[in-house]
């Protein structure tokens, strides 16, 4: 049973546009979100993270957006660029806890 | 910066063999992690360790077993090698208990025939 559900798993976009991924969750003790960004060949890096006392935060062109009612949480690209295809997943953690559940992935193809 | 190195980029074994996977990170993380990663079913967490000759079961550690003898290395065995072991591995470390960031390695992909 997977505590993270992201979706969707792959997702094409023209150079511009806003990609979204979204991922939900069940327990209601997760009080960490991370996203992690993975290029071929490469392992995943952390991207942005986000504590469920905010409802969104920004870094650069990424945006995180958190619903904490609907246990939701979303990763929102600006202006994508074709150097931001990539594999992208979010996670969950309990608080003070360093066991991370990963969401599936979804590979992201922005075309130039 | 942290570095993760893995042992092995790629790895061919045949069924029944005993597989080692090497990890050692340089930045005296008290945390490492092994994890498999495979299509549609994201990454999953086999084993990780806090402390030194300390491992704890993660969500599929079933086939599988672990070493940690020195701080900066986590070893993952695969006592008797299947088919369906094969996958992605990857290996990661963090600071502390808290919710810390994971460094990953680059993964070793492992082909058991």
């Known amino acids: 049973q997977q505590q993270v559900k992201q979706s969707p798993q792959s997702l094409i976009v023209q150079k511009g546009g806003i990609p979204i991924i979204n991922c939900a969750y069940e327990?209601?003790?997760?009080?960490?979100f991370p996203w992690y960004q993975q290029f071929p060949g490469k392992g995943p890096a952390l991207l942005i993270a986000?504590?469920?006392?905010?409802s969104e935060k920004k870094e650069g062109r990424f945006t995180i957006s958190f619903n904490k009612s609907a246990k939701q949480f979303s990763l929102h690209i600006m202006d994508s660029q074709p150097g931001d295809s990539a594999t992208y997943f979010c996670?969950?953690?309990?608080?003070?806890?360093?066991?991370?559940?990963f969401g599936s992935g979804t590979k992201l193809n922005v075309k130039p | 910066d942290v570095k993760v190195t893995q042992s092995s980029r790629y790895l061919v074994k045949r069924t029944g063999e005993k597989v080692f996977l090497e990890c050692v990170q340089d930045?005296?993380?008290?945390?490492m992690f092994w994890y498999r990663q495979d299509p549609g079913l994201g990454l999953r967490l086999i084993y990780f360790?806090?402390?030194?000759?300390?491992?704890e079961k993660g969500d599929i550690p079933e086939g599988y077993s672990v070493s940690r003898e020195k701080k900066e290395r986590f070893s993952l065995i695969l006592e008797s090698a299947s088919t369906n072991q094969t996958s992605m591995y990857l290996c990661?470390?963090?600071?502390?208990?808290?919710?810390?960031?994971?460094?990953f390695g680059p993964g070793t992909r492992l082909l058991v025939l």
């Open positions: 990661a470390s963090s600071l502390g208990r808290r919710q810390e960031t994971q460094y």
């Open positions: 327990n209601t003790a997760f009080d960490y």
């Open positions: 986000i504590r469920p006392d905010v």
């Open positions: 996670a969950a953690s309990l608080y003070n806890f360093n066991k991370f559940y």
């Open positions: 930045m005296d993380h008290e945390n």
């Open positions: 360790s806090y402390d030194v000759k300390m491992k």
